[in-house]
């Protein structure tokens, strides 16, 4: 699965981290609908800027996330958005 520990995630994951969610694989809910673009990366953080690449870190996933880097962080994630209409 290439998780190393049972609180890692899988390279793209349901928001609590247990559902394998690769980009690929989601679809729109019904043919009535359709993108508006591609994906993109969320950069902010409950209202506060990300840096470009949009990672928020933390010590573990469980853990809560912030938008600065500390010593004590030892994993981050970032959130990827697509629109629909």
């Known amino acids: 699965s290439g998780r190393l520990l049972?609180?890692?995630?899988?390279?793209?994951?349901?928001?609590?981290g247990t559902k394998d969610r690769s980009i690929e694989c989601i679809r729109l809910p019904s043919m009535a609908w359709q993108w508006e673009g591609d994906w993109q990366l969320e950069l902010a953080l409950d209202g506060q800027p990300l840096d470009h690449d949009g990672w928020t870190y933390a010590v573990d996933f469980p853990a809560?996330?912030?938008?600065?880097?500390?010593?004590?962080?030892?994993?981050?994630?970032?959130?990827?958005i697509r629109y629909r209409k």
Do not use: I, M, N
Not at 6 to 16: E, H, L, N
């Open 6 to 16: 049972p609180t890692d995630r899988y390279q793209f994951s349901s928001q609590d």
């Open 64 to 80: 809560q996330f912030g938008t600065v880097k500390q010593w004590k962080s030892c994993v981050r994630r970032r959130k990827w």
